[in-house]
Nanobody
Framework: QVQLVESGGGLVQPGGSLTLSCEVS????????IAWYRQASGKEREWVAL???????NVASALRGRFTISRDNAKNTVYLQMNSLKPEDTAVYYC?????????????????WGQGTQVTVSS
């Protein structure tokens, strides 16, 4: 059974940083593309970033320069480093796994999803 568990969310002041983790179990981690999405209250789910099996990655254009995605295959974990956080980054952040070696922003490609971790950016 494939499981994804997000952690690292919390309350942070504007301008601060957080690193989210997504630990994956029950599958061959290095054969899966992993993506991060977020959903703010009352808004649609938004793609944030993805990383393929080779380590090739992509970040939503509006977030480049502030958000970075990486993976540690030895730890079956993908990280989302978020810097210079803004109140509009407040959302529940989800990670998702695909069976493909590369992916797109379409959530339909991702078969498995975590439960999410709340990120709140507020003073």
């Amino acid at each position: 059974q494939v499981q994804l568990v997000e952690s690292g969310g919390g309350l942070v002041q504007p301008g601060g940083s957080l690193t989210l983790s997504c630990e994956v179990s029950g599958t061959i981690f290095n054969s899966r593309t992993i993506a991060w999405y977020r959903q703010a209250s009352g808004k649609e789910r938004e793609w944030v970033a993805l990383i393929g099996t080779s380590g090739l990655h992509n970040v939503a254009s509006a977030l480049r320069g502030r958000f970075t995605i990486s993976r540690d295959n030895a730890k079956n974990t993908v990280y989302l480093q978020m810097n210079s956080l803004k109140p509009e980054d407040t959302a529940v952040y989800y990670c998702a796994a695909s069976t493909r070696i590369w992916g797109t922003a379409s959530p339909r490609e991702y078969e498995y999803w975590g439960q999410g971790t709340q990120v709140t950016v507020s003073s």
